[in-house]
């Protein structure tokens, strides 16, 4: 017999057939093998189901949003880009602007651009467009946040709450109400698409940084330069990007490589890194325009109070609404800063300091240092950007989703799959609950701009700018009377309230020029419209407020005949939006009154042009084709007034078919229009000035001589301010009535232009 096989004392194995076993038979190998080929599995399901648990909480959020229109700076897309977008160049325009000014927001002018060509003005659209972009965000964010998951917890993954953790983070964003304003409000939408854009680049980013092949690091990286263009399009807060890229590469150091090792291994990475940094401060020397912020009604800060209120706003409102979010407003309330030395400030700047040191501190806990990382660095950006809104629920959008990430990683104990005590789990679903419901309440504020404005002066009830804007409000809302009673409360409390002076000066604008009294209410206009343009200039406010201050106050002066002032300030008007429709009529009305027929005849034309139902536009382009004084402009002036007798019948449009109808030879037509207006207002000098010439024509030579003396005794400017024009019979040419009363001159026995020859 052969002596049993000798086995080792300690292990007992078999030494003799130890060269004949294999690593992979190993039971514990075999077990390990099978469990990283479980965790490199994706659970497509879950990942669906998660997704539409995301959608259905956006929707019972958000669905109220569908009820709202355009409110507060939403009419900037009705003023400003409905306008702008009819011009050729303009996308040409958007291109060259974005090259040359990359944080101009022209991804989002581009955005609102496709909605009005697909969608008009209808606001459901917009609000719809609204919500996809918050899903997508949030998925986007989701989908980061599951794949950080998988990477940092790749030992154990079925412990872990691999799915759990993403799905409450995203959630927290998709309900929280600080971030309703970024989706209610249709202009709010630079936060959730510049969120899009900054979430999809930290995925490629992710993907390159773990790439093991040259060629898909390389790929991965071109689109995350791509989208961290569009988020710098999109927002001053995608300059952040690199920044988080940064932590998020020592976040993902490997731990068996040292430092030196790592940099090596990785030094094309930080290469990329490191470019995108240098485009940062590149691209902020450019300048920031926030065409599409809430503060085009407040004043321009000093840079010093500015900076120090970022920080106080940390602390008086952003941290407090994200734990207790009520008080929400458009304008946050108590958040501007005394100066440089105020308590809060300091206190906001320790709090950032802090957060820097304990991301340090969670190293160890990559998920919530990065959580924390992505909440610090998205805020700092607007800091470095002085402008008029000093706060802004939009601007913590990102900043939600960092401490959303940061909360859902420190319950990653009671959110893992083997956890039996369900209460953590329970209260997790409950705030979601609630904060559903409370951003579903705070959706029905963006329904209109008074129930906006309403909540805004309900949570500061001292603020002057709120009331200032509802008084606006009101008055546009042909609540004048409201309006006027709330504007005089806010100056009261501010002086220096910009909205309620315009607020003032457009409700005493008369809604009929020739109604009783309307002289007087435009003076009265014309003082409160004054000081809204100089306090708009003044205080650096917005284009929309100065843009409207300027085309009241230019409405007003056309009506008092203040020609060359309401040029003026109508071609500084024209020059940020060339084709109001608006403001072309008031410009040509001016030309009118200064007797620059041809310009003035230009200029309404290109107006009418773009809205040729508007009756307004009559009477100035009969006017203007009259004083232009050609054989084909008098016959437009005598169509135009034909037609608009039809549409909006008055005494001066009857007098301007009068005077076409005179320069074409048509006298008894002319004589009967004539006196159609002196029956109704008697003392009419353009009217007897008119009627006197026909007189002469019926060889009535003295009284055509006294109507006309009387005319001018009431109006001694008529020859300058109404040329009136007939054909001349000896050379059929169109001349100057007034050479009717020279004494060498006869008066055609007849009309000299027959109706073959108009």
């Given at each position: 017999?052969?002596?049993?096989?000798?086995?080792?004392?300690?292990?007992?194995?078999?030494?003799?057939?130890l060269?004949?076993?294999?690593?992979?038979?190993?039971?514990?190998?075999?077990?390990?093998?099978?469990?990283?080929?479980?965790?490199?599995?994706?659970?497509?399901?879950?990942?669906?189901?998660?997704?539409?648990?995301?959608?259905?909480?956006?929707?019972?959020?958000?669905?109220?949003?569908?009820?709202?229109?355009?409110?507060?700076?939403?009419?900037?897309?009705?003023?400003?880009?409905?306008?702008?977008?009819?011009?050729?160049?303009?996308?040409?325009?958007l291109?060259?602007?974005?090259?040359?000014?990359p944080?101009?927001?022209?991804?989002?002018?581009?955005?609102?651009?496709?909605?009005?060509?697909n969608?008009?003005l209808?606001?459901?659209?917009?609000?719809?467009?609204?919500?996809?972009?918050?899903?997508?965000?949030?998925?986007?964010?989701?989908?980061?946040?599951?794949?950080?998951?998988?990477?940092?917890?790749?030992?154990?993954?079925?412990?872990q709450?691999?799915?759990?953790?993403?799905?409450?983070?995203?959630?927290?964003?998709?309900?929280?109400?600080?971030?309703?304003?970024?989706?209610?409000?249709?202009?709010?939408?630079?936060?959730?698409?510049?969120?899009?854009?900054?979430?999809?680049?930290?995925?490629?980013?992710?993907?390159?940084?773990?790439?093991?092949?040259?060629?898909?690091?390389?790929?991965?990286?071109?689109?995350?330069?791509?989208?961290?263009?569009?988020?710098?399009?999109?927002?001053?807060?995608?300059?952040?990007?690199?920044?988080?890229?940064?932590?998020?590469?020592?976040?993902?150091?490997?731990?068996?490589?040292s430092?030196?090792?790592?940099?090596?291994?990785?030094?094309?990475?930080?290469?990329?890194?490191?470019?995108?940094?240098?485009?940062?401060?590149?691209?902020?020397?450019?300048?920031?325009?926030?065409?599409?912020?809430?503060?085009?009604?407040?004043?321009?800060?000093?840079?010093?109070?500015?900076?120090?209120?970022?920080?106080?706003?940390?602390?008086?409102?952003?941290?407090?609404?994200?734990?207790v979010?009520?008080?929400?407003?458009?304008?946050?309330?108590?958040?501007?800063?005394?100066g440089?030395?105020?308590?809060?400030?300091?206190?906001?700047?320790?709090?950032?300091?802090?957060?820097?040191?304990?991301?340090?501190?969670?190293?160890?806990?990559?998920?919530?240092?990065?959580?924390?990382?992505?909440?610090?660095?998205?805020?700092?950006?607007?800091?470095?950007?002085?402008?008029?809104?000093?706060?802004?629920?939009?601007?913590?959008?990102?900043?939600?989703?960092?401490?959303?990430?940061?909360?859902?990683?420190?319950?990653?104990?009671?959110?893992?799959?083997?956890?039996?005590?369900?209460?953590?789990?329970?209260?997790?679903?409950?705030?979601?609950?609630?904060?559903?419901a409370?951003?579903?309440?705070?959706?029905?504020?963006?329904?209109?701009?008074?129930?906006?404005?309403?909540?805004?002066?309900?949570?500061?009830?001292?603020?002057?700018?709120?009331?200032?804007?509802?008084?606006?409000?009101?008055?546009?809302?042909?609540?004048?009377?409201?309006?006027?009673?709330?504007?005089?409360?806010?100056?009261?409390?501010?002086?220096?309230?910009?909205?309620?002076y315009?607020?003032?000066?457009?409700?005493?604008?008369?809604?009929?020029?020739?109604?009783?009294?309307?002289?007087?209410m435009?003076?009265?206009?014309?003082?409160?419209?004054?000081?809204?343009?100089?306090?708009?200039?003044?205080?650096?406010?917005?284009?929309?407020?100065?843009?409207?201050?300027?085309?009241?106050l230019?409405?007003?002066?056309v009506?008092?005949?203040?020609?060359?002032?309401?040029?003026?300030?109508?071609?500084?008007?024209?020059?940020?939006?060339?084709?109001?429709?608006?403001?072309?009529?008031i410009?040509?009305?001016?030309?009118?009154?200064?007797g620059?027929?041809?310009?003035?005849?230009?200029c309404?034309?290109?107006?009418?042009?773009?809205?040729?139902?508007?009756?307004?536009?009559?009477?100035?382009?009969?006017?203007?084709?009259?004083?232009?004084?050609?054989?084909?402009?008098?016959?437009?002036?005598?169509?135009?007034?034909?037609?608009?007798?039809?549409?909006?019948?008055?005494?001066?449009?009857?007098?301007?078919?009068?005077?076409?109808?005179?320069?074409?030879?048509?006298?008894?037509?002319?004589?009967?229009?004539?006196?159609?207006?002196?029956?109704?207002?008697?003392?009419?000098?353009?009217?007897?000035?008119?009627?006197?010439?026909?007189?002469?024509?019926?060889?009535q030579?003295?009284?055509?001589?006294?109507?006309?003396?009387?005319?001018?005794q009431?109006?001694?400017?008529?020859?300058?301010?109404?040329p009136?024009?007939?054909?001349?019979?000896?050379?059929?040419?169109i001349?100057?009535?007034?050479?009717?009363?020279?004494?060498?001159?006869?008066?055609?026995?007849?009309?000299?232009?027959?109706?073959?020859?108009?």
């Open positions: 017999m052969t002596d049993p096989p000798k086995k080792h004392i300690l292990t007992g194995l078999d030494i003799a057939n060269g004949k076993a294999r690593p992979t038979r190993i039971p514990s190998a075999r077990s390990a093998s099978k469990i990283h080929k479980h965790k490199q599995k994706i659970r497509w399901r879950r990942l669906a189901i998660d997704a539409a648990i995301l959608a259905v909480i956006i929707i019972v959020a958000y669905a109220l949003s569908f009820l709202g229109g355009f409110v507060f700076n939403d009419h900037y897309i009705d003023k400003f880009i409905t306008i702008r977008i009819a011009d050729e160049s303009f996308w040409s325009n291109v060259i602007r974005a090259i040359s000014q944080l101009s927001q022209s991804w989002i002018a581009a955005s609102f651009a496709f909605d009005l060509q969608f008009g209808e606001a459901v659209w917009y609000h719809i467009v609204n919500l996809i972009l918050h899903f997508l965000s949030c998925f986007y964010f989701y989908i980061l946040v599951y794949r950080l998951a998988k990477h940092f917890w790749s030992t154990h993954t079925d412990e709450p691999l799915h759990a953790v993403p799905l409450l983070a995203a959630a927290l964003l998709a309900c929280h109400p600080l971030a309703c304003e970024s989706v209610a409000h249709i202009t709010g939408r630079p936060a959730t698409i510049m969120a899009c854009n900054f979430f999809l680049a930290l995925n490629f980013f992710l993907s390159g940084f773990l790439a093991t092949k040259i060629t898909a690091a390389l790929r991965n990286y071109v689109f995350t330069f791509i989208f961290f263009m569009l988020a710098v399009f999109s927002d001053c807060q995608g300059l952040a990007l690199p920044a988080v890229m940064f932590l998020l590469a020592l976040l993902l150091k490997d731990k068996n490589l430092y030196t090792n790592w940099l090596k291994k990785k030094s094309a990475d930080f290469v990329f890194v490191i470019f995108l940094a240098i485009l940062v401060p590149a691209t902020a020397m450019r300048g920031f325009t926030a065409d599409f912020s809430n503060g085009f009604a407040l004043p321009l800060p000093t840079s010093p109070v500015y900076i120090a209120s970022q920080f106080r706003a940390l602390i008086v409102y952003y941290w407090r609404c994200l734990l979010p009520l008080g929400l407003s458009v304008y946050p309330p108590f958040v501007t800063a005394s440089v030395t105020d308590l809060l400030a300091i206190l906001g700047l320790i709090v950032i300091a802090a957060a820097f040191y304990v991301i340090y501190k969670l190293r160890k806990e990559p998920l919530a240092a990065f959580g924390l990382g992505l909440a610090v660095m998205t805020f700092l950006p607007p800091i470095f950007f002085i402008q008029n809104e000093i706060a802004a629920d939009r601007r913590f959008y990102l900043c939600i989703a960092g401490l959303s990430l940061l909360l859902a990683a420190k319950m990653k104990v009671w959110l893992a799959p083997g956890q039996k005590d369900y209460r953590i789990r329970a209260c997790a679903c409950l705030l979601i609950v609630i904060f559903s409370a951003t579903a309440a705070r959706t029905c504020d963006f329904q209109s701009d008074i129930s906006l404005l309403t909540a805004a002066t309900r949570v500061n009830k001292k603020d002057a700018w709120p009331k200032g804007m509802l008084a606006l409000s009101l008055v546009d809302a042909s609540k004048a009377n409201q309006g006027i009673d709330i504007a005089e409360q806010a100056i009261k409390t501010n002086k220096d309230c910009q909205p309620a315009l607020a003032l000066g457009k409700a005493h604008l008369p809604q009929k020029s020739d109604a009783r009294g309307a002289l007087a435009y003076r009265l206009a014309k003082t409160e419209l004054e000081t809204a343009l100089s306090l708009a200039k003044s205080q650096h406010l917005g284009p929309s407020l100065l843009f409207e201050s300027q085309v009241a230019a409405s007003a002066l009506e008092l005949k203040e020609y060359q002032r309401a040029k003026a300030l109508t071609a500084e008007a024209l020059a940020v939006n060339a084709n109001s429709i608006m403001l072309n009529l410009m040509g009305r001016s030309l009118n009154g200064l620059q027929y041809l310009n003035a005849l230009r309404l034309d290109k107006g009418f042009s773009r809205d040729r139902t508007n009756p307004d536009y009559i009477e100035p382009l009969t006017e203007a084709a009259l004083g232009v004084g050609t054989a084909s402009t008098i016959s437009t002036a005598y169509n135009i007034a034909k037609m608009g007798l039809r549409i909006r019948p008055s005494p001066n449009l009857h007098l301007l078919l009068a005077r076409a109808a005179f320069a074409m030879g048509r006298i008894p037509e002319s004589v009967q229009w004539t006196n159609t207006v002196l029956q109704e207002q008697p003392n009419n000098a353009k009217a007897m000035y008119l009627h006197s010439f026909q007189l002469l024509l019926m060889r030579s003295k009284e055509a001589q006294q109507l006309r003396a009387c005319a001018l009431l109006e001694p400017d008529l020859k300058s301010k109404m009136v024009l007939f054909v001349n019979k000896e050379n059929n040419t001349t100057h009535a007034e050479n009717l009363f020279e004494p060498k001159m006869t008066p055609p026995a007849k009309a000299p232009l027959s109706r073959d020859k108009k």
